[in-house]
């Protein structure tokens, strides 16, 4: 084989990826298995998917799909990077600054190309990869606690209730982030569980009290 041209790759290292495919300057073009180095790739937790193909005389491309982390989960003192699906990453010794810790009761040990696959983690997951960047980098933490989900940001509790009308929930937790929890001063919690009636509950108040937004 004279060539394996990598493509896709952002975060793996495209000399990592020709030598995890056990293609070698002697792999024959025609008799080269396909499947196998397509199994080779997979089990790399970061590898998605990948596609094959062959190029006359003597070229191999390697078109990779990465997954990204969406969070991580803490645990013995080490930080689990997780993916939407559920695959864990990678383990690492330092909480990643611009992700948010997964807070779900009941983990397993978390090792490196496992999948979790609990509905409390899927919803979480799912809430997290919903953000868009300007809210995504006011949370600190994302969790499900009896079945309900919740988010923490500037250090507030922001209630979701569930999965239903999620950009509308996030649209509201934007703006009382970003406009309305100055005004209370200090904040006990929001609550977007029911996007026509949000609340906004401040400290020593007994009642959350409406926030009055569309």
Not at 174 to 189: H, I, Q, S, T
């Amino acid at each position: 084989m004279r060539e394996v041209v990598v493509r896709g790759n952002e975060r793996l290292d495209a000399s990592f990826l020709r030598a995890l495919s056990g293609i070698t300057p002697e792999t024959h073009l025609l008799k080269m298995d396909v499947k196998a180095v397509e199994r080779a790739l997979l089990t790399e937790p970061y590898v998605e998917s990948v596609e094959v193909s062959r190029h006359f005389p003597a070229t191999v491309s390697l078109d990779v799909k990465e997954r990204k982390p969406v969070g991580y989960v803490c645990q013995s003192g080490r930080f689990a990077l997780v993916a939407v699906d559920g695959m864990v990453l990678e383990s690492v010794e330092q909480a990643p600054p611009a992700l948010a810790e997964i807070r779900v009761a009941g983990m397993p040990l978390l090792v490196p190309g496992t999948r979790l696959e609990s509905e409390g983690f899927l919803q979480v997951a799912s809430l997290l990869s919903s953000m868009d960047e300007s809210l995504a980098t006011l949370v600190s933490a994302a969790g499900s606690s009896g079945g309900m989900l919740f988010l923490e940001a500037r250090g507030i509790k922001v209630l979701y209730g569930d999965l239903s009308e999620l950009e509308r929930k996030n649209s509201i937790t934007c703006l009382a982030l970003a406009e309305l929890v100055d005004r209370y001063g200090a904040v006990e919690y929001i609550d977007v569980s029911f996007p026509d009636r949000p609340a906004i509950k401040p400290v020593a108040e007994e009642e959350g009290e409406s926030l009055g937004v569309p």
